[in-house]
């Protein structure tokens, strides 16, 4: 190392000095830090022991209620009413009903409503079935749960374990328990949760109101929650609104392990930035920032809870299920908190949507819900890409009636014709790399020791120079197409068009295509046989070989060529499990290239090529910046001799 770099090297090494001590905060700035911090946790804390103190209150009271039958005092047997009004208060009345259900069928929703708790226990898409032809339900009553949560004086109370009573602010629907709505039609159904100090029966003017916007031709389902002449009965201290609100996910796909992976909550800050819980593993969040909307997504379907204004503070959480359950991917649980002014407040809207994955549905709402599908958000071009490119022709190609494995045929040939000027340059690129070989060999022979390796390379860009071949021109083709290899990759598992949609073999175009199924399981690779990912693996390994031969110039690094023979093979375990659909686009994408080459190669003379080549060494030729460089470096080389 010389003088010049041993000062060069001083000088980074200073400069990233003194950027470090000028970035660096000072003592104030570090200690605001830590009291927002601080503030942020003890807002956190506050909501968490808030939610947990409810909870335990309310399992507290449940119990208490179950065994107050059996609780004596000195005047004799207590009654269980009695111990109901110690507990509840004003909602005692409330505490013992009947258990029923009121449902509402739409063209696409079917929705069932508990007289307990006066929430949507079970919902049912009426056009989607599972993978193996039942019902889609995306939740039931056993293992959901939506309640409001605040404190009566000092009395906790959760609307969970009280029974409503119904209502039809819709007067067509009058009395009726099962209701069914088509077209353009919609409908409000109310539940009503009253509260009194009436010895037997609820004050029939103070109640809280939950009531139902259903639309016919619509996923999302208004709530509004009303309280009406409720001022005495919630605390007059209360600032928020708690809502206790989770689901156990229900499988619906047939790569279970797959749709795992896709479970999560996901939820939208006020400012409009869409976050997620991790999808791999269990994983939990204290949010204290404004929150617009949780949902709880798998792989094709999402049940999303949206505030009409926004949460004020949000806990949200995952937990996977065992890999023996398999009827059940998650638990999803969130404790949202909204503010809530019983004085001032009477009235607290929101909305559910229950309903697939499907980016244009999705969009319509302006709510950015379809940033739950994964087209590769993080990265811009990829899904500028999917939403600008694939998405609006594989839509255009949809409305033929054509069958999914014909669509994705047709784009893929799309694709490629927009590609084709890159795979030309690609091609041409290679084949004069190839013309070039013989020359480049005499080149390493003529500098065969190490130390003459500034003089060989010097020697090989002159002849790139002369020949006019840049070295690097096969690269950034490669490099262009790699982002839409990508936004494929995203694409095809993520397209809910292409569930149980059936092509040749496969039955289902999103999941994997089994022609055999094997009675053990091959790690990194599965327990069946997928045609279209071995068909895929196959035509990857031939083109490999071909591009080799075409690239072959003798300067391989020792190795490389292994590595990508293993590349195939590799991701034949990878996607034996993912979807069929996306392994079939890969081989039409290679069957294709096979087809581009061959035309290429046809009415491209080599022999005119090479001929172009030589004329082109006999041309004059500046030298470049970079090959100025490469020659002093070697004559300073030289002199130190």
């Known amino acids: 190392m010389n003088k010049n770099s041993i000062i060069g090297l001083l000088l980074i090494f200073g400069i990233m000095i003194g950027y470090t001590i000028m970035m660096s905060p000072s003592k104030e700035e570090l200690e605001a830090r830590q009291r927002y911090q ?29 065994e107050s039958a059996v609780v004596e005092d000195e005047a004799g047997v207590q009654t269980q009413a009695a111990v ?3 507990l509840l208060g004003p909602f005692a009345v409330s505490a013992e009903g009947l258990d029923k259900d009121f ?8 929705l069932t409503i508990n007289s307990k708790g006066g929430r949507i226990g079970k919902v049912e898409l009426m056009e989607y079935k599972t993978f193996d032809g039942k019902p889609t339900i995306l939740q039931v009553p056993d293992s959901s ?60 003017g103070s109640y809280i109101e939950y009531v139902y916007k259903v639309r016919a031709n619509n996923y999302m389902v208004g709530l509004e929650v009303n309280f009406v002449n409720m001022e005495e009965f919630i605390a007059s201290n209360t600032k928020e609104l708690n809502i206790n609100w989770n689901n156990r996910l229900i499988r619906q796909e047939k790569n279970l392990s797959n749709e795992r992976l896709n479970s999560t909550v996901y939820y939208r800050h006020s400012d409009g930035e869409v976050d997620y819980l991790n999808e791999r593993k269990d994983d939990k969040k204290s949010i204290n920032t404004r929150v617009k909307w949780v949902s709880f997504k798998q792989q094709f379907f999402s049940t999303t809870l949206i505030a009409q204004d926004r949460f004020q503070n949000t806990e949200i959480s995952v937990e996977k299920e065992p890999e023996k359950e398999t009827t059940y991917l998650a638990r999803m649980q969130s404790i949202l908190s909204i503010p809530f002014n019983p004085a001032m407040d009477k009235s ?19 709510l950015d819900l379809e940033r739950q599908i994964p087209l590769g958000w993080s990265f811009f071009l990829m899904q500028w890409i999917n939403r600008f490119a694939v998405i609006p022709v594989f839509n255009f190609l949809e409305g033929f009636n054509l069958n999914y494995g014909i669509i994705i045929l047709i784009l893929t040939v799309l694709l490629k014709i927009v590609l084709f000027p890159i ?48 070295p690097m021109s096969g690269c950034v083709p490669m490099l262009l197409q790699f982002p839409i290899l990508l936004a494929m990759f995203r694409f095809f598992p993520a397209s809910i068009e292409l ?92 069957l294709m290239t096979f087809a581009q080459m061959f035309l290429i190669r046809r009415f491209v003379s080599e022999e005119k090529l090479h001929a172009r080549i030589q004329e082109n060494k006999k041309k004059p030729v500046k030298k470049s910046g970079f090959q100025k460089r490469l020659e002093d470096m070697a004559k300073q080389q030289q002199g130190r001799r």
């Open 38 to 66: 601080d503030s942020i946790v003890a807002v956190q804390r506050s909501l968490a022991d808030s939610a947990r103190a409810q909870e335990a209150k309310r399992e507290e009271i449940k119990n208490a209620l179950a």
């Open 84 to 86: 109901r009004q110690s």
């Open 103 to 110: 449902t509402i069928e739409t063209d696409l929703l079917k």
């Open 145 to 204: 749960m939506f309640e409001m949560m605040f404190f009566n004086d000092v009395k906790p109370i959760a609307t969970g374990n009280l029974y409503f009573l119904p209502a039809w602010p819709d007067k067509r629907f009058e009395g009726m328990e099962n209701i069914k709505i088509s077209d353009g039609d919609s409908l409000l159904f109310a539940m009503r949760l009253y509260a009194g100090y009436s010895d037997s029966v609820a004050l029939p």
């Open 348 to 366: 607290v809207g929101m909305s559910f949507y229950f309903g697939p994955n499907k980016y244009n549905l999705m969009r319509k709402y302006k």
């Open 423 to 470: 795979a030309y340059k690609t091609y041409m690129s290679s084949a004069k790399m190839r013309l070039l070989k013989p020359e480049i060999d005499e080149i390493n022979a003529k500098f065969p020791k190490k130390e003459d390796a500034m003089k060989k390379q010097q020697a090989v860009m002159t002849l790139y120079k002369k020949a006019g071949v840049n």
């Open 499 to 590: 569930r149980q949609e059936a092509f040749l073999w496969a039955k289902d175009l999103s999941s994997y295509d089994s022609i055999l199924d094997l009675p053990f399981n091959i790690p990194f690779y599965g327990d069946h046989v997928s045609l279209f990912t071995l068909l895929m693996t196959i035509s990857t390994i031939i083109y490999t070989k071909i591009n080799n031969d075409m690239m072959s110039t003798g300067q391989q690094m020792p190795g490389m060529k292994t590595m990508m023979y293993l590349m195939p093979l590799m991701f034949l375990g990878f996607f034996n499990s993912y979807s069929s659909g996306l392994s079939y686009y890969y081989l039409l994408a290679n």
